[in-house]
């Protein structure tokens, strides 16, 4: 993979909550994801870029289930509250990002085949560039990781390490 333009590129963490990370995940655990993650929003940010935490709420609730805040040690510059699977339905994410000049977007969390790929399906529609570092994203079983992994991702961005695209920001 070639190099990033730091003050060009996002890092969407998308739904790393404390009732989705404690979930049963594979093929990574969900702490080891909020780990690489982490890694990622310094690199990002050591490299004038933005980091963008997503979660979801549930729509009208008076209150949202227990564990919906973002993990501890999990924050934004910019914060992105969604309502559907994907981070950019009725958010204005695409104009934030618009604003900030940003054209890549690099995407972690859980799950994989849920707002993960319904976000960078997206993101790929608006024209960003979008990068996925398969370690640094999980699925509720490795099968529906995998088939995204190997059959959908490589179509729509680039598959890296985590560890390639912190490389890639220095």
């Not at 994203?137 to 695209?165: G, Q, S, W």
């Amino acid at each position: 993979m070639g190099e990033l333009d730091g003050p060009r590129t996002a890092l969407l963490l998308v739904d790393l909550m404390t009732r989705i990370v404690e979930q049963p995940t594979a093929p990574h655990s969900g702490p080891a994801v909020v780990t690489r993650s982490l890694a990622l929003a310094d690199a990002v940010r050591k490299a004038g870029g933005l980091v963008v935490a997503v979660r979801a709420e549930r729509p009208g609730v008076a209150e949202q289930p227990p564990g919906s805040e973002l993990v501890e040690g999990v924050f934004g510059d910019l914060e992105i509250v969604k309502n559907t699977w994907g981070a950019f339905h009725n958010t204005g994410l695409e104009e934030a990002l618009r604003k900030h000049a940003v054209d890549t977007l690099i995407i972690t969390g859980i799950a994989t085949n849920f707002g993960v790929e319904q976000t960078a399906r997206f993101a790929d529609e608006f024209g960003f560039t979008v990068v996925l570092p398969e370690d640094a994203v999980t699925a509720l079983d490795t099968h529906a990781h995998e088939f995204a992994f190997d059959y959908i991702f490589p179509r729509i961005a680039t598959v890296c390490t985590t560890a390639e695209a912190v490389a890639a920001l220095e």
